[in-house]
């Protein structure tokens, strides 16, 4: 899969330079670097990235790349290994500098996230030659555009906040639920999700009884069977939880096979094997919030899904999320306005983007960098119910779309301060 999909890039590349006869093949092409976890047990989700942003940059290259004063300038995407560890991450930052990156791709850590901006801001500082931008499609973290937003970084994801809070316009509505357990995982993200989910029980649900409240070591847990055990036993009608890759699943996965019966209300239930790995045990009962999902009613939503299901037809690789696509065109777009791939020029239009796609708008904050855009909350059903045209990962069950929440419902304030280049 790897070696045909990068094989696919580089003919791109070779075509659109055919194409577009004013782009010259030894043109240097715009260099994007993905620093993201490609081994080790979040290596899975990794790869679902490295699809998507392949995908954005293959559209981009088809129709010539990215007009600037030069002419035409192809991307080229070019992945590194963090192995989700931060000094990885680092490591790989300063080998794409080298390798003459402009732009950093990460997402799948906000540890990993929190150490890049650190490094980012120092670099771009000491060596205004070789500066990069940071462009955050998935860590939610919210301090990210809050007390430590940086002028290089951009999120084009909802943060755990703005995602809780569509969750919550959920739950608060659901009486049934009486009592929960929050569970995640114990980092910086994990921390936001079940810290920022007891804020709003106690302002939308003061009713609800908090039964749990518990952290669990990252990508280490190999049996989630003693924390089911618990959940179960704690008599939770609900558990909140932001876990996503291999903890996510293994902990749906205990919790079916220790029969818990409740509602589980995630930030990522929605893919990468969790579905599967409840079936019947899920159906109506794993609600998910994304920026995204592919039974959002419309004619423009479900044509986006089919072309990415054509180009990846396989159900292991059943993994898009718009946000990534409105990342890569709203960067393109950054570059034509500032006829240039010059960080410092393209951040400043890149302040300044809206993008759309798929029926759906989504706008840049020049405050924080904190993208805005509509939210979906849907809850798993049996494939072909009403509302459920697609499924996901050929497990046979898919999302409903139960609440759409505007970019303007979806806003948050921000406690960014932030340091601009002279």
């Known amino acids: ?67 600037t004063a030069q002419g035409m300038r192809l991307l080229e995407l070019q992945r590194y290994d963090s192995k989700g560890q931060n000094e990885e991450a680092l490591s790989a930052l300063r080998s794409a500098v080298d390798d003459g990156a402009q732009v950093v791709l990460q997402g799948n850590s906000s540890s990993n996230a929190l150490a890049l901006v650190d490094a980012i801001n120092k670099h771009n500082e000491r060596e205004p030659g070789k500066r990069v931008l940071f462009l955050n499609y998935s860590a939610v973290d919210p301090v990210l555009t809050n007390e430590k937003c940086s002028f290089w970084h951009f999120r084009f994801d909802a943060h755990a906040d703005m995602r809780m809070t569509a969750l919550m316009q959920v739950l608060k509505d659901d009486k049934t639920v009486k009592s929960a357990y929050l569970i995640g995982q114990d980092y910086s993200f994990g921390q936001a999700v ?5 804020r709003q029980l106690e302002s939308l649900r003061p009713d609800v009884k ?30 909140i939880t932001g876990n996503w890759g291999n903890d996510l699943t293994l902990l749906v996965k205990a919790a079916r096979e220790a029969g818990y019966e409740g ?47 054509q180009r990846f037809p396989k159900t292991a690789e059943d993994y898009v999320h718009l946000r990534m696509q409105l990342l890569v065109e709203a960067y393109v777009q950054a570059v034509e306005k500032a006829g240039t791939a ?28 904190q993208f805005q855009q509509p939210l979906a909350v849907g809850v798993m059903e049996r494939q072909g119910a009403p509302g459920v045209k ?13 609440r759409q929440v505007s970019a303007e419902q979806a806003r948050l304030p921000s406690s960014c301060s932030m340091a601009r280049p002279g």
């Open 1 to 67: 899969m790897r070696t045909n999909l990068f094989r696919r890039a580089v003919l791109g590349l070779a075509c659109a330079a055919a194409m577009f006869p004013a782009f010259s093949q030894t043109s240097t092409p715009i260099r994007l670097a993905l620093i993201e976890s490609l081994s080790g047990p979040f290596a899975n989700t990794g790869e679902a990235v490295v699809r998507n942003i392949a995908w954005a940059v293959e559209r981009v290259n088809a129709r010539g790349g990215a007009r």
């Open 194 to 198: 079940l810290r920022e989910a007891r």
């Open 210 to 239: 908090i039964v749990g409240d518990e952290l669990h070591p990252m990508g280490r847990v190999k049996d989630f069977l003693p924390y089911a055990s618990k959940i179960k036993a704690s008599g939770a009608q609900a558990v």
């Open 342 to 369: 010059e960080p410092l020029a393209v951040a400043q239009q890149l302040e300044k983007a809206r993008v759309s796609m798929a029926g759906r708008t989504g706008f840049m904050r020049a405050e924080d960098h």
């Open 263 to 309: 509602k589980f209300y995630t930030f990522y239930g929605n893919a990468l094997g969790a579905p599967a790995a409840l079936g019947e045990a899920g159906v109506g009962r794993v609600i998910a919030v994304a920026d995204w999902l592919p039974n959002v009613p419309g004619q423009a939503s479900e044509a986006f899904y089919q072309s990415f299901r």
């Open 390 to 402: 697609f499924d996901v990962e050929g497990s046979g069950y898919g999302f409903r779309v139960i």
